[in-house]
């Protein structure tokens, strides 16, 4: 006698034979392929935004890291630099520059989607912006730009 739940099947070929199969049939692999897909459909929609929603988290990090740079870089330079490129190349007016510069690396790095960081200075004030995940000026969602004066104000 087979246990309740055997996956052995009886299949007759003709009356005086019969033939046991140990194998699935094509309705039972439907129905679980149906069920997978079900599944990784509800897992990818769930998690779809949440990888956008890094890459903004991300970029603010970045525009964090290098304010304090900049501010590091004039503590020490008694003046702004022209370029971010200056606080991984030391400039020839600066002899107190820091050795290593005041980023990891030897280049500025790009923000999340690949695009430079841009860079304003007027005065003894300045402003880093990423332009977001379009890269071009303006929009609303990861498309829009986020700057070091309005980091901690929310997304529009």
């Known amino acids: ?6 996956m052995k099947r009886r299949i007759r070929v003709y009356p005086q034979f019969s033939v046991v199969s140990r194998a699935f049939t094509l309705v039972e692999l439907t129905v679980v392929i149906a ?5 990784a459909t509800l897992v ?3 998690y779809a935004g949440k990888t956008d929603q890094a890459k903004v988290a991300a970029a603010k990090a970045q525009l964090s890291q290098l304010e304090g740079a900049v501010i590091e870089f004039q503590a020490q ?3 702004m630099p022209n370029s971010l490129d200056e606080l991984v190349n030391k400039p020839g007016d600066c002899p107190k520059w820091q050795e290593g510069g ?6 500025v790095p790009k ?42 104000e929310p997304q529009k």
Not at 35 to 39: P, R
Not at 102 to 107: E, N
Request: charged letters at 20%; hydrophobic letters at 35%.
């Open 111 to 152: 923000d999340p989607w690949g695009h430079e960081f841009g860079y304003k200075s007027e005065g003894g004030k300045f402003e880093i912006i990423s332009l977001g995940a379009d890269g071009a000026e303006g929009g609303t969602g990861v498309n829009a730009d986020l700057s070091s004066l309005t980091m901690d």
């Open 1 to 6: 006698m087979n246990p309740p739940f055997s």
């Open 44 to 46: 990818i929609v769930r």
């Open 35 to 39: 069920i997978i897909g079900i599944l």
């Open 102 to 107: 005041y980023l990891k690396g030897t280049r």
């Open 77 to 79: 330079c008694g003046r």
